[in-house]
């Protein structure tokens, strides 16, 4: 079974970067789609990135498209979240997820990583 850590959040002023990590354990990482999902206070958890299984195709939410870069290193079962220029609607907990072809998360929720976007 395929277990996820994610890390490298932390507080940032606005038009800051950050450079999330999930961490995936396991041998069958390389076949998921996964997905970096946020969830803000209040606020239910959304997909604001995804990428393939082969790390070719990626798609954006609208809120973070033209900011946030994902990418994957399968040899090291690594998915990456490159956040520029953060804004305080950014601010929230940060989740990853492999992601099944109907759109439904396959594994348990991680602790996620807090993004925290304040002047």
């Known amino acids: 079974q395929v277990q996820l850590v994610e890390s490298g959040g932390g507080l940032v002023q606005p038009g800051g970067s950050l450079t999330l990590s999930c961490q995936a354990s396991?041998?069958?990482?390389?076949?998921?789609?996964m997905g970096w999902y946020r969830q803000a206070p209040g606020k239910q958890r959304e997909l604001v990135a995804r990428?393939?299984?082969?790390?070719?195709?990626?798609n954006y939410a609208d809120a973070v498209k033209g900011r946030f870069t994902i990418s994957r290193d399968n040899a090291k079962n690594l998915v990456i979240l490159q956040m520029n220029s953060l804004q305080l609607e950014d601010t929230a907990v940060y989740y990853c997820?492999?992601?099944?072809?109907?759109?439904?998360?396959?594994?348990?929720w991680g602790q996620g990583t807090q993004v925290t976007v304040s002047s």
């Open positions: 396991g041998t069958i990482f390389s076949r998921y789609t």
């Open positions: 997820n492999a992601i099944y072809g109907n759109g439904a998360t396959a594994l348990g």
């Open positions: 990428i393939g299984s082969s790390g070719i195709t990626t």
